[in-house]
């Protein structure tokens, strides 16, 4: 199993391409199943979530083929309307292909999803939600089964504001019968292309961008090419990194006001920000000031970068508390991060960082995705030498990150290990 062996101290300088974004490839992909035909999703990254959401989708009958940037997908012969427990259980998002299967053919067969190793995230409000529209619902050892002869537009109000159930039901709606609102929409970005896709497509959405989304049902869709969007949270790791070790960096085609929560406590702790339309430059300062976060769904500061915050606030000169309002359990990178010299300690959904003068290089283990880039970042800024173990989950959501990271002048190589 693959480690990150990382020697710290040096501050990163230069330019880094964004590639597009993980969360939104792998519920365009899913999309696909809505239409017949040859689809070519543009800047799409390469990375495991997408090696598996092709595997989940090859399984139903789709042929995947990359080509450049892009994937080019072909949906004409779909053979099955299940999704195995042996690929949904690598990775949550695989549920994605429950309101597409259920809205073009009826009938869906989808074991319950797994992935990250942290906290409770319940598919109960896309279950809900489908029920709704007329979709029949039951579980069979361990299974999804989902039936409809069509589904039938309504109106849905989400407790809560979830990009997976947004995006799922937004799916399933283009093809009901009649009008289905859904109130309580999530806005992220990666929400909003998907439904600029399935417009193109030729779905009818009005709201797009709100937490209104009117759907008017069509009878059917067909296939179309469309361009990802930038990765967020990619662009916000790479800028953190440029922060924790006094660097200055360039990130490129991004888009800034995706990430303007981030932008604003960078500023904040010090650093000089400049912007253009599709790129940003981070200039860190010597000495990092502390700054309280508190994650909120978008347009706020992202739960999928809290962990790399408070590495930085490590090594900030004082004491930031950072609250993570989305997602209560996501801490089990503190303990990797203060055997790396951190002095951090949680209370529930609450983790108070006292900044230390400096990190020390230590074997670490990676718990899931963000807390494996905490720890890479961390690694970075540390005196010495860090191991990062079970790099698997960082390859899930980032695209060559070291390769990235040896542009900008970093000391890092993965290497073959036997560790776990």
């Known amino acids: 199993m693959d480690k990150f062996v990382i020697h710290g101290g040096t501050p990163l300088s230069g330019t880094v391409r964004i590639s597009g974004a993980k969360n939104a490839t792998i519920a365009l992909m899913p999309a696909t ?171 009818k959405i009005e709201g797009i961008g709100t937490q209104s989304l009117i759907i008017e049902g069509v009878d059917e869709l067909h296939a179309a090419d469309h361009q990802n969007i930038p990765d967020r949270i990619e662009a916000g790791t790479f800028l953190i990194a440029g922060a924790i070790t006094r660097g200055d960096v360039t990130i490129t085609d991004c888009e800034p006001s995706h990430i303007d929560a981030l932008l604003e406590k960078l500023e904040d702790i010090g650093c000089e920000i400049k912007r253009s339309s599709t790129s940003i430059t981070l200039r860190a300062p010597r000495e990092l000031r502390s700054v309280d976060v508190s994650t909120a769904v978008y347009p706020g500061f992202p739960t999928d970068l809290q962990a790399q915050w408070i590495a930085l606030m490590s090594v900030a000169q004082q004491t930031s508390v950072v609250t993570d309002t989305v997602y209560f359990d996501r801490f089990t990178h503190i303990p990797e991060l203060n055997r790396l010299g951190s002095n951090i300690e949680v209370t529930e959904n609450v983790a108070v960082v006292r900044g230390v003068e400096r990190l020390r290089g230590a074997k670490v283990m990676s718990t899931d995705l963000r807390a494996s880039a905490s720890l890479i970042l961390a690694g970075l800024a540390a005196e010495g030498e860090t191991e990062v173990l079970r790099v698997y989950h960082i390859d899930r959501g980032y695209e060559a990150i070291e390769r990235k990271l040896q542009g900008l002048g970093a000391d890092i190589r993965r290497v073959a290990g036997e560790e776990f």
């Open 33 to 203: 199943l809505l239409a017949s035909g040859v689809s070519r999703l543009h800047n799409s990254p390469v990375l495991r979530d997408v090696t598996t959401m092709t595997r989940v989708l090859e399984t139903i009958g789709e042929k995947i083929e990359r080509r450049d940037d892009a994937l080019v997908i072909d949906s004409t012969k779909i053979k099955s309307f299940e999704a195995p427990y042996e690929h949904v259980k690598k990775m949550r998002a695989s549920i994605y292909v429950l309101g597409p299967l259920v809205a073009r053919f009826g009938k869906a067969k989808v074991s319950l999803p797994g992935g990250c190793a942290w906290g409770p995230r319940p598919v109960n409000l896309h279950l809900e939600a489908l029920q709704r529209l007329g979709a029949d619902i039951s579980l069979d050892a361990g299974y999804i089964i989902a039936k409809a002869s069509r589904l039938k537009g309504t109106r849905i109000s989400f407790d809560i504001s979830s990009v997976g159930a947004t995006i799922n039901i937004m799916m399933a709606a283009t093809l009901a019968q009649g009008t289905t609102e859904i109130h309580n929409a999530a806005i992220e970005p990666e929400v909003t292309t998907v439904a600029e896709y399935l417009v193109t497509m030729g779905a």
